[in-house]
């Protein structure tokens, strides 16, 4: 087990050393200059002000200098926001993009094994039809239309919900609900077949056999069991709902990083989105590390197969 | 119950004549794989639906923009926001197609005899007087045009890589692995993003942006089939035939997994038209005048209160079409993976 994760870490440093370099050379790459009016400027004031900032540096010594700084966890300062710290501009949105991702994943899984568990109790019946279609619907459609549809259907048409903005519960359910739409489809879908097959297996009858009660053997027996293999599809699906989270912060205009990281794209503002850019990284890898190691710490089959073959 | 005698006397048998001839035939007609493959689609409805629905909207991606006598990229600002408006359904007032459009007190109002226009948009016209009609098909076109080229692209990376690795194993295949490991880690919407940004937005860098990453699924699949059929007698029978490694590889293993090959393709087209639709809303979409569904339901956005129709149909055709790929998928999958076979 320690090998296996000394082996995840390790790749985990060599995929950020690339994602960082990725990024630094490829903004590199990018025509043109972060200053407004650069080219009114005379050839002596270019220089002062690419001075300034170590921009005349070789490319390599830049590079050194951007890699040293971001081990210390300075991510440079943005070139539209008043030269605010990109740190700090990152920071001050990361609570309502959590809460949102918190909540989706929150509503996202708890909905989604309901589902997924009652449509396998009630197999081929209207339930299980109907949970099936959920998830197909859901797991098909973008969040970004649901988003739209329901903007449109629920706040401006029936004018139930807030339209936009982030002020208060009542403004976080229609985001909520449009990025929880995935994690919910997965984890009906997964959940349900699961549910069947712990349910056909030998210790269920056991346990039927001996007496239990119908809510005994699905909720204490069955539902445990199956939850087990349930836990590999949380990494994938907070990875979707970093990547949903986006375009939902800017549909609903909630001040979290997605919404900081199009507005950069926007305005090229390039420390600003090389900054958010390696964030997102970071958060990918680090939340399917901990996904994969959480996983073989529950199931001890993956654990084995897992540190040789993987 | 009646009483009747039923005697069974020994002459009323008579054995049967065996024919050795036809002891080993075969009574049902053989199926090839395509066939049989087929057969198991066939039952799925949904899967079956999905197609017939897919055909019609690629067809109509194609003549859709030829049957309004209207270009998708000619403005005609007089016409502007006009709600759509079809021939003889206009008078079906449950149907959206009236040319009506409501105002901010909840009044309706008929915008084409208000506005005196004497035209027929059938889903309306955008901000700039261009007809929506034209301009979703052609985003369509575009939309499927993307996701098909990268889906091929990834097929034909993601097969080659796969298929050398595996069938070349040893070192060559480690080190091959140790990449699409490093690749895999690396988020891909980090890196389409970073490669709109370099390329600048456009449908051939839109393409490029999704290959980079989307391979790697692909090449593992080959590769793990290629291992599991490495050690098969008909690959042994064609090397002791002479066969070339490349005539192996392409000619004896590859078909053999087409299968795989094409469940894979059909899970990664959905895939390029989400993030198509995706870069559109972060604003590395494709330029105007281009259109593509992620783009048309983005400008709807903009003028959702006041126009929601501009909105809603792109985001419905998009909707549309990725269930029908998701359930044609799912319907290959469970047909075509020798898994499921009975």
Redesign the interface.
């Given at each position: 087990m320690v090998k296996y994760i000394l082996k995840r870490v390790g790749y985990m440093i060599i995929t950020l050393f690339i994602v960082t370099s990725l990024t630094f050379f490829l903004m590199k790459l990018i025509p043109g200059s972060p200053f407004n009016n650069f080219e009114k400027l005379s050839e002596v004031q270019r220089n002062i002000l690419l001075d300034k900032y170590g921009l005349n540096d070789p490319l390599p010594v830049q590079y050194l200098n951007y890699m040293v700084s971001l081990v210390k966890g300075d991510l440079g300062v943005s070139f539209q926001f008043d030269n605010t710290p990109v740190t700090e501009l990152i920071a001050n949105r990361l609570g309502p993009s959590a809460q949102l991702g918190f909540q989706a994943m929150v509503v996202g899984s708890i909905l989604g094994i309901l589902l997924g568990v009652v449509a396998a109790l009630r197999q081929n019946t209207w339930i299980d039809y109907g949970s099936t279609f959920i998830a197909v619907v859901g797991k098909s459609i973008p969040s970004f239309i649901f988003a739209g549809l329901m903007q449109y259907y629920i706040s401006v048409k029936l004018g139930w919900l807030p339209v936009m903005l982030w002020k208060g519960p009542e403004y976080t359910i229609l985001p909520t609900i449009a990025l929880a739409m995935f994690p919910i489809s997965i984890a009906a879908r997964f959940m349900r077949t699961e549910m069947v097959e712990v349910l056909g297996s030998d210790f269920i009858t056991l346990a039927r056999a001996k007496g239990a009660s119908r809510w005994q053997i699905s909720f204490k027996h069955a539902l445990r069991n199956a939850l087990i293999p349930v836990v590999t599809v949380l990494g994938p699906l907070a990875v979707s709902l970093m990547t949903g989270s986006l375009v939902i912060e800017q549909i609903f205009g909630i001040p979290g990083i997605g919404e900081q990281f199009v507005k950069s794209i926007n305005m090229n503002d390039y420390p600003v989105i090389m900054g958010t850019n390696i964030l997102f990284a970071v958060l990918f890898i680090v939340v399917i590390l901990i996904v994969d190691i959480l996983y073989g710490i529950i199931d001890p089959r993956i654990r084995i197969s897992g540190g040789k073959s993987k | 119950m009646s009483n009747k005698d039923i005697t069974i006397s020994k002459d009323m048998f008579a054995p049967v004549h065996i024919d050795p001839s036809k002891s080993e035939r075969i009574a049902k007609p053989s199926l090839n794989f395509w066939q049989d493959s087929w057969l198991r689609v066939r039952k799925n409805k949904g899967a079956v639906v999905s197609m017939i629905i897919l055909v019609i909207m690629i067809i109509m991606a194609f003549v859709g923009p030829m049957i309004t006598p209207y270009d998708y990229d000619t403005q005609n600002t007089k016409h502007n926001n006009l709600p759509p408006r079809i021939q003889g359904l206009e008078d079906v007032h449950w149907l959206p197609f009236d040319g009506t459009l409501s105002r901010r007190d909840g009044t309706k109002y008929n915008a084409y005899e208000v506005r005196k226009v004497d035209a027929y948009y059938w889903f309306g016209t955008d901000n700039l007087g261009r007809d929506q009609f034209a301009r979703v098909w052609k985003g369509t076109q575009v939309s499927l045009f993307i996701a098909f080229m990268a889906a091929l692209i990834d097929m034909a990376i993601g097969v080659a890589y796969g298929a050398i690795s595996g069938y070349l194993g040893g070192r060559i295949d480690s080190v091959m692995q140790r990449i699409i490991?490093?690749i895999v880690?690396?988020?891909n919407?980090?890196?389409v993003?970073?490669?709109i940004?370099?390329l600048k937005p456009g449908i051939i860098p839109i393409i490029i942006a999704l290959t980079i990453t989307g391979w790697t699924s692909m090449a593992r699949v080959v590769r793990a089939q290629v291992l599991k059929f490495k050690g098969q007698e008909f690959v042994l029978a064609a090397k002791t035939l002479g066969a070339s490694n490349s005539s192996i590889i392409f000619k004896h293993m590859i078909p053999n997994m087409f299968g795989v090959i094409i469940i894979n393709t059909m899970f990664s087209i959905?895939n390029a038209i989400?993030f198509e639709?995706?870069l559109s809303?972060?604003?590395?979409g494709l330029q105007e005048p281009h259109a593509s569904l992620g783009t048309l339901?983005n400008a709807?956005?903009k003028s959702?209160?006041a126009f929601?129709y501009q909105?809603?149909i792109p985001?419905i055709m998009?909707?549309i079409i990725?269930?029908c790929?998701?359930?044609v998928a799912?319907g290959l999958r469970d047909a075509l993976d020798p898994k499921m076979r009975d």
């Open positions: - | 490991e490093v880690g690396i988020p919407l980090i890196v993003v970073l490669m940004l370099v959905p989400f639709a995706f809303f972060i604003g590395l339901v709807g956005f959702m209160i929601p909105m809603i985001s998009i909707a990725m269930v790929f998701n359930l799912d």
